[in-house]
């Protein structure tokens, strides 16, 4: 820490100045053991631009409907558990998934690979002093 002139208005107080270090941690092993009472959600990406169209609108309705009033729960969680999985499966049909875009590093080659490898193993015995 550290105090530093400040603005000068009528008191005696100094500004402080310090530098905090907070390490980041990651999850603890404590959190694994109770991983099963979480819900795993599935995340997916859809596309999106179809949904623009009326025609494609009024299909997403229609068949989402069929799929909600096929089932009958009782349970609340069977019911949620019917919507969600609902929603997910007309979605897929409708829309279809978003595909992830591929790298395109046209500089990257297996020669080019082979010498970033040879680059780490050198380096790691230099560590090591091996060398």
Not at 30 to 57: C, R, W
Not at 98 to 110: A, L, N, V
Request: with cysteine; hydrophobic share 25%.
């Amino acid at each position: 820490m550290r105090g530093q002139r400040g603005i000068n208005c009528g008191s005696d107080h100094c500004v402080v100045r310090a530098k905090v270090y907070l390490p980041i941690r990651g999850r603890t092993g404590n959190t694994d053991k109770h991983e099963e009472n979480y819900e795993k959600v599935m995340y997916l990406n859809y596309n999106l631009e179809p949904f623009q169209h009326e025609s494609t609108q009024y299909l997403y309705k229609t068949r989402l409907d069929e799929k909600l009033t096929a089932k009958e729960e009782f349970d609340l969680t069977e019911i949620y558990g019917n919507i969600i999985q609902s929603l997910h499966e007309t979605a897929k049909e409708v829309l279809g998934e978003k595909y992830k875009r591929q790298s395109r590093k046209i500089w990257w080659t297996e020669e080019i690979e082979g010498i970033i490898k040879k680059k780490k193993t050198i380096s790691e015995m230099a560590k090591y002093k091996k060398i």
